[in-house]
T-cell receptor
Framework: AQSVTQLDSHVSVSEGTPVLLRCNYSSSYSPSLFWYVQHPNKGLQLLLKYTSAATLVKGINGFEAEFKKSETSFHLTKPSAHMSDAAEYFCVVTFYNQGGKLIFGQGTELSVKP | SQTIHQWPATLVQPVGSPLSLECTVEGTSNPNLYWYRQAAGRGLQLLFYSVGIGQISSEVPQNLSASRPQDRQFILSSKKLLLSDSGFYLC??????????????FGDGTRLSIL
């Protein structure tokens, strides 16, 4: 079965320190992978996407993610957290045979302390 | 550039009343359209998706229905709301799958409270 797992429901970091949000997927097909961010009472904003080109993907707001097929992972990182990064983050996967439908992780809430 | 609009932003309705939420997309043609519900606890549940005018697929049995009367208009409706219909409703669009799968782009959502 195809699925995506976000390993942490909540991550807390101090401003200026690195951010790591972990995501693993399960599938026998080649995936397309996305990270979205959601601020309170807002829709989801696309941070970055992987669609079988370069395995290291750079996104908006200084975020990047690396696709590691051997580990079936797509972890999201940022070198230095800002207060404005505090939000909910979703790892999302889709496959060519899904007709465009997305499979969402359960989300990771990122808190940033001053 | 493409934009997506949802309205209203918030809505408070009594149990048993009807519902109509509207979503429109600008700047693209023949998009795939989606309705999601996000209940407390953050997970997103796909309710409906549409690949063209009048073509609606329902993902889960429920009290809601969807319609696509125009290419870039997607409407979520109910004849009689239940308490369990409360939640955050999100509309999204994507370019139809051609080669690799495309991401979806979300509206700002509607917060629906049922009293």
């Amino acid at each position: 079965a195809q699925s995506v797992t976000q390993l942490d429901s909540h991550v807390s970091v101090s401003e200026g320190t690195p951010v790591l949000l972990r995501c693993n997927y399960s599938s026998s097909y080649s995936p397309s992978l996305f990270w979205y961010v959601q601020h309170p009472n807002k829709g989801l904003q696309l941070l970055l996407k992987y669609t079988s080109a370069a395995t290291l993907v750079k996104g908006i707001n200084g975020f990047e993610a690396e696709f590691k097929k051997s580990e079936t992972s797509f972890h999201l990182t940022k070198p230095s957290a800002h207060m404005s990064d505090a939000a909910e983050y979703f790892c999302v996967v889709t496959f060519y045979n899904q007709g465009g439908k997305l499979i969402f992780g359960q989300g990771t809430e990122l808190s940033v302390k001053p | 550039s493409q934009t997506i609009h949802q309205w209203p932003a918030t809505l408070v309705q009594p149990v048993g009343s009807p519902l109509s939420l509207e979503c429109t997309v600008e700047g693209t043609s023949n998009p795939n359209l989606y309705w999601y519900r996000q209940a407390a606890g953050r997970g997103l549940q796909l309710l409906f998706y549409s690949v063209g005018i009048g073509q609606i697929s329902s993902e889960v049995p429920q009290n809601l229905s969807a319609s696509r009367p125009q290419d870039r208009q997607f409407i979520l409706s109910s004849k009689k709301l239940l308490l369990s219909d409360s939640g955050f409703y999100l509309c999204a669009w994507s370019i139809p799958p051609g080669g690799r799968n495309q991401p979806q782009h979300f509206g700002d959502g509607t917060r629906l409270s049922i009293l």
